[in-house]
Nanobody
C-alpha cells in the first residue's frame, strides 16, 4: 500500500511563488517516476512535471522556466517550486507516483491540493 501526503497549496497573488511537496511511503516495491498533474476548473487533468528516479525531468510547455521539480530519493519526496505564478495556473494539483514490483507497475494519486492565483 502506498500513501501520498501532499502539502503546500494555497492562495497567492500573480507573480508570486508556492512550493508543493509530496511524500510517498510504503514498502515491498520500488518507487519509479513521481510528478504533479493539475486540473483547472472545467478542464481535464494535465501533466505539470514529472521526474524519474534517476532524475530525468519533463515539464509542460506552459510551466517551463517557471516551475522546477526536484526529488529526494532517500525520502521518496518530490518538491515542485512554482515561481512567477499566473492566474491560469489556478487548479487542483495532484501528486502521482508509480511503483513497481517484479510483476506489475501501478500508479497512485494523492488527494489533491488547491492552488489559487488571484489578486
Amino acid at each position: 500500500q502506498v500513501q501520498l501526503v501532499e502539502s503546500g497549496g494555497g492562495l497567492v497573488q500573480p507573480g508570486g511563488s508556492l512550493r508543493l511537496s509530496c511524500a510517498a511511503s510504503g514498502s515491498g516495491f520500488r518507487f519509479r517516476a513521481m510528478g504533479w498533474y493539475r486540473q483547472p476548473p472545467g478542464k481535464q487533468r494535465e501533466l505539470v512535471a514529472r521526474i524519474t528516479n534517476s532524475g530525468l525531468t519533463n515539464y509542460a510547455y506552459s510551466v517551463k522556466g517557471r516551475f522546477t521539480l526536484s526529488r529526494d530519493n532517500a525520502n521518496n519526496t518530490v518538491h515542485l517550486q512554482m515561481n512567477s505564478l499566473k492566474p491560469e495556473d489556478t487548479a487542483v494539483y495532484y501528486c502521482k507516483c508509480r511503483i513497481s514490483t517484479v510483476v506489475v507497475s501501478v500508479d497512485y494519486w494523492g488527494q489533491g491540493t488547491q492552488v489559487t492565483v488571484s489578486s
